[in-house]
Nanobody, 123 residues
Framework: QVQLVESGGGLVQPGGSLRLSCAVS????????IGWFRQAPGKEREGVSC???????HYIDSVKGRFTISRDNAKNAVYLQMNSLKPEDTAVYSC?????????????????WGQGTQVTVSS
């Protein structure tokens, strides 16, 4: 059974940090690309960062230099380290898996999704 479970969200003050985790089961990370997405209230979902099977990483401009995506194949988990958080980073963050074209992680279809974890940046 394929499953992605996010954790690590919460309330943090501006300038603070959070580390999100995406625990993956049902397949191994060396066969899938993983993406982190977020959706703020009243806004469309946007891709934040992703990592391919070869370890290539990508970020949207608004998080470059602040967020870092990584994976631990032994633990079958992907992480999103978020530093220097801003109120505009507030959203539900979800991880998703692309098992169809795992050499790519941008502009591709993600066919498995987690439930999401809330990140709130506020003083």
């Amino acid at each position: 059974q394929v499953q992605l479970v996010e954790s690590g969200g919460g309330l943090v003050q501006p300038g603070g940090s959070l580390r999100l985790s995406c625990a993956v089961s049902g397949f191994t990370l060396d066969h899938v690309a993983i993406g982190w997405f977020r959706q703020a209230p009243g806004k469309e979902r946007e891709g934040v960062s992703c990592i391919t099977t070869e370890g290539s990483t990508h970020y949207i401009d608004s998080v470059k230099g602040r967020f870092t995506i990584s994976r631990d194949n032994a633990k079958n988990a992907v992480y999103l380290q978020m530093n220097s958080l801003k109120p505009e980073d507030t959203a539900v963050y979800s991880c998703a898996a692309n098992t169809e074209t795992p050499l790519f992680c941008r502009g591709v279809r993600y066919n498995y999704w987690g439930q999401g974890t809330q990140v709130t940046v506020s003083s």
